[in-house]
């Protein structure tokens, strides 16, 4: 365990965590996982920042923590909290136990903002309604004002803002987004821009550190990075690596440095949880899949190798996502060879911790006035962030041993003061 | 290709390569393979030394290496070749193109020394039966002089001798063999000794860097280790590290950099080759497996992980190995989930051009001065030999990105003259 | 639901079913769950007398039985239900309301009767101990004492008898014990028989159907079978067939039908329950592994084929039995083909609605008058127990099919009244 | 060995067996396997006409058939047969042997029919090209012409025609079409008709028995049925059962058996022959995808049940057909389990003995004077056509096993001539 968390006398510090998506099934798992963590209910299993020499960072404790969240649809989380339980997720003795910070959460969720090319369905809150049809200004300063008013009501040294919203359909990234001028003009011309961005820029904005873990645009326009630039404000992203594609980014680097050519790699995924519905559209599903497709061609270094991704929506799997790998490969003498995998994970239990974790290292890069890109941060995303300049950087690899191994040179860089 | 293999004028020289187990499977494919590779016949699919930027080294060419060997059965490699064929590894227009070749490494295979603790079968080379009951001194001194023999007849540079044998009887060390006096006075005594250390005294007494490619003792003892450093001669092992265990050393380590607490690892091999029949005797079998399991307790840092690794004999197999690993793991919240992989390989295919890999760095070590224990290659072993000194170093790991990037290290200090 | 179990003005009839290891998992089960059944809390999903056409036999209702049953370890039910909830296996809503049913059931536990090869650790019931110790004539008294009294205390119609009790070490079948008078012989000389004959003997004498849902002896030998027949009394076993061997039964005349030679079928099961502990004896594994095999012989007709068999204890599995099972298989052209599958599955929840099922089959048969082997009942075992002069019947065939086929045919001779 | 082949004195019959894509994969598979065959090189694994009882029928001998085809691409059997050896398929020893009864196969190779939703590529042989503009009188003639050549020139009993096309795209059977006047008034006015039903009214109208081994239409509509019973032809359909709908319609009937619930069932197949690459065309993977849906919906008696079925074109593993299945149930007390299992066969090798079974028996049924559906040939098909009234019989059934008893009923009715 964190040993920061229990220095005694100085004054007691609070970091706001801001969830989008708060009733979602990571945001539920974070909320009850955080208390139970706090509880000494939970071993911190699954948690990057427990482990050493991470845990020796100057990271906000779990008791440090304070949340809120923005949520589109109507409800709480007791509908999450049920399915989680039942599908063997939240153990109803932590439910039992997280009663009164669930309630203390709850009474932090305000209406969020459905993405403008969302039909909203009849579970729609009033309130996000309404705000869909405002303005991008006008959102912009709602979300913020969210933002702030929480900072204040908690006398929070800070807001971590988290995307966890269900993926939005993919929007191509417009020219004029790629400049902080051409942002500020689709905002004011009242152009639209997806929900996440909009998030992002109000989040910025406010001086609130961004973590998108999902595989809506949300900051990566280039004009939204020269905001976070300009206001200091560090983020990361794209698309939290829990499951399948961090057994690819594991695996593929074992047969490039073996020298074992990669025929074909096909991977089916099946999930039945609220992020399977999203995806078995098939708008949704498309930028999801490039993700996963992307790290295989860089790390086999072979733009021409055979891959394919399947997303299926399984209902009766909930949150317990399973996927199928089969990879075949040709070796020496013309052998033909293959390896097969099968994962079986719970989508929130792995997902969750991570959360935590970004949250605490985004925290920690704004109190060490870093701005941008965490490019640190890579080796918890499918589609990690990097500064535009920095394209023939290392850090760029999907290989998670490369990353991984960036992570803890810049862990052990704040750690040695260097 | 290497571009090394085609610098025109200067003279061109020539390096011994030396296979005890000459007419198995891995030795026919490496004979086969090396003869493939020279007419361009083969690409270099699986070689570690002609990815970038390996290639750079300065690495004996396809076309230098001579070959020969030990083998204590009668015949030919014809068996192999036929065996090969018929499971679709060695292709029928190769086995013809390669068969002068062949013909050469055949004319150059000596009777070799069946390990004390065997029971020689009727298919029993005379020759190595009468060499097995000469004394351990004689017994050096014959094997050294075929190497001696072998360097001479064909004005060889150098000769690097490769351990390709069946597994052995597990053998204990005896305390007496940690130190070159005590192996001394066993050979002088006329001890037992395992023939695979016998072969690796020889090879080193000869000035032949000698490449442990089995889990057999060979040159592990610290007696032995102390004669490589004293006659300047590189040695590595043990154990190629081809499949299954390949796979979990580069699987663990995603579990421990996510803080996933593995609770079960049972892996089951199956194998139907002569390596699989000699490993359907549980003698043998015990140190295989306590190879392949000390490098999950290693990674993951936990000594009382549960592990299990079966090797079952199942002749239709053949040399197409099949591993089924079954991984039972806790996430965040308790949540139990599980991983499971089928890896089906060629074992030959996999195994032989590793060992082209490691008689080309086996001897540019010799031709660099280097001497003892090839701490570079322990990517290449499930159970690498480090210097005694050295425990507490990052080499030793069993952690197979962080080998290889010590393999790389090395490659780019070998270029950079660092 | 079976109509037959609410026909109004019948006076209501009770069937004891006597669990021989009362407090194991499989009986808590069976337990837990006919409460939840008869509370309308379950659904009658993994019953197989519940399927049309068996659910018009006039069967058992779930509210007619009465429970009771052996153990041998000191405690109660609360172990294995808490291992049972913890492991996602009894729902905590039904834990709570089956409260008053278990209290009651717990109130008709008997010490029971440990086999003499075991040694008696610590949690053993002082009671059982000296049971042990006494003579076979006395033991067979007592656990008969034992059902005769509770028949009585609940005017039970009849009580069936269900061996669930841990395998026992391998016994082999003594010759004398094949005739009635050589089992009467032994009984009266004191010589040791298994536990498990010596609860069927019980039974038997008693008139209780009984039911050998493990792989011990029990009613196996010729001697108690005839005395099956002479007491009148209808009984089946052995080892119920709940996982791999279904499946294996299911998939191998696949393979016969279609004239696919099976080269090999190599099979790994993995356990983490009481049974899986019991199973790491190599002792008591020895009669699990024959039966497994024998089936494959039989179906695929080739007494040659090469099986394997492997039952690995691994804790953290707990009651989720996994499987992983190769099949090398030949096909036309000599092409080499595999399947390959893995099964995952509640060891508990598949056994206990199979003992509902054969305690309502017994119970009819014994209401018809049917004494000895219930061969009708052969799709339940992985040893179906067939009359002695039956060996060319196809209801002795391992083929689930076939089996299954035979037991509807039964049923409809029932029905119809034929 | 069927006996039957070899009764001396009676005079030698041939029966020819035309194959329709003649120069594809299990056509090339047919041929030489058959020359294999009766030059005793291969034993005849795979063929169910091989297998007691079945074997003692009156079958025709593997040398009383004479081969020949319709192809609609240029070239010859080349092509098939590099790519069957490259793969591992057909041994060079057997291409080697087989080669003079290939040729003469060759030689009865005719220009084909494509069907006119094709577009006709590069490689379309010019006299297919031109059949494709003739009407569909013309067409017919045409290919009944070819038949009656075929038969005469060799003086054949009989000629059994096997559909063995690349799968065409789904066409929906006209209302028209389920009469023979309607069927007629179709040919006569020129209408659009599925090439695969022009072939099959072709060989009707011939005489010829038919066999469609693809998932086309042929001679499914009720007005080409009712030709068959006029011409009292016997066929049989459709699409071979080789592999993954083989191990459902094994595996389903398992879970309906046990009352175990079914929530979810997921298959995924790869495949890289010309077969994969036409279903790589979602127009033509519709017909494919519902014919394997159906069985399932059939057994487990749940026309709700989850099921999805993926084909995807993976060129590298060519003919060698890959399936990943994952089957999610239910059990007692509600316990969530599951099976997973991998099939990898060769497509030519698994489909080509059953052709041969199938030639068997269309002319025994011939012989037999039999006339339409060949209801015993239902576990051969994943859509066995059924005699229109016949909808509520058992033999409609999925379940591999009710259909295979099916079988083995009219094998044992013809041999004792009941």
Chains 1, 2, 3, 4 share one sequence.
Not at 128 to 139: I, N, T, V
Request: hydrophobic content about 40%.
């Amino acid at each position: 365990m964190n040993e920061k968390t229990t220095t005694g006398s100085e004054p007691r510090r609070s970091v706001g965590l801001w969830l989008i998506g708060a009733h979602g099934s990571v945001a539920t798992c974070v909320a009850y996982g955080l208390s139970g963590l706090r509880q000494g209910l939970l071993a911190p299993t699954g948690l990057v920042t427990e482990i050493a020499p991470v845990s020796s960072l100057p990271l906000a404790g779990f008791d440090e923590f304070v949340l809120g969240g923005h949520e589109v649809l109507r409800g709480d989380l007791s509908r999450s909290v049920t399915d989680l339980s039942r599908h063997g997720i939240l153990h109803p003795d932590l439910v039992a136990a997280a009663h009164e910070d669930a309630a203390a959460y709850e009474a932090e969720v305000r209406p969020g903002l459905l993405d403008s090319t969302e039909v909203g369905g009849g579970g729609l809150d009033p309130a996000s309604a309404r705000l869909g049809a405002a303005s991008p200004q006008e959102q912009i300063e709602r979300l913020a004002g969210d933002l702030i008013a929480f900072r204040k009501a908690h006398d929070l040294e800070r807001v971590v803002v988290v995307n966890l919203a269900s993926v939005e359909v993919a929007w191509s990234i417009q020219p004029g987004w790629n400049t902080l001028e051409g942002i500020d003009q689709a905002i004011e011309g009242g152009a639209a821009l997806p929900a996440s961005t909009i998030y992002a820029i109000a989040a910025i904005r406010s001086g609130c550190p961004y973590v998108n873990f999902t595989p809506s645009l949300g900051a990566s326009p280039g004009g939204v990075r020269e905001l976070a630039l300009e206001h200091g404000v560090p983020h990361c992203g794209s698309d939290g690596k829990t499951g399948e594609t961090l057994v690819k980014t594991v695996l593929a680097p074992m047969f490039a440095a073996r020298g074992l050519k990669v025929l074909a790699w096909q991977g089916y995924n099946m999930l039945g949880n609220k992020d399977g519905e999203s995806l078995s559209d098939p708008a949704r599903r498309a930028s999801k899949i490039s993700n996963k497709d992307e790290a295989l061609r860089e790390i086999l270094n072979d733009p021409s190798v055979h891959t394919g991704v399947g997303i299926d929506y399984v209902p009766s799997l909930h949150d317990w996502k399973t996927a199928m790998d089969y990879v075949h490969f040709e070796g020496f003498l013309g052998a033909r060879m293959s390896m097969q995998f099968t994962w079986s994970g719970s989508d929130s239990a792995l997902a969750s911790p991570l959360v935590i974790d970004l949250a605490r290292l985004a925290d920690l890069a704004a109190s060490r006035g870093e701005r941008g890109e965490m490019v640190q941060a890579a080796c918890f995303f499918k589609s990690p962030l990097v500064p535009a300049g920095n394209a023939g950087s290392p850090r760029q690899s999907h290989d998670f041993a490369v990353q991984h191994r960036a992570f803890l040179d810049y862990v052990n860089g704040v750690l040695t003061g260097s």
